[in-house]
């Protein structure tokens, strides 16, 4: 049996605060979050806290492009004339 160890490193959020990207990313597909798990290649610099205001007016940006978002063109079912039997 083959036994591996991991060390996970957690970024947690200061109280009134919220952890998103520090690079520039579009509101619409921003990470917003309390706590944030690193992969094993990434690095607390690349994460920046945002007081709790900024985080919700992006939360919100964020909901309206989700209800703003259109459907998917559904294609209609196509219709079957019944066959005449003879």
Known sequence: MKQTQYTVRCLEA???YFITQATDVPDSQRMVGR???LAINDSPDNYKEIPEIEARRILAIQKLSEVNTPLPDIPEEP????????
Do not use: L
């Not at 219709?79 to 003879?86: G, I």
């Open 14 to 16: 200061s109280e009134g």
């Open 79 to 86: 219709t079957h004339e019944p066959t005449p039997t003879e």
């Open 35 to 37: 706590h944030v798990i």
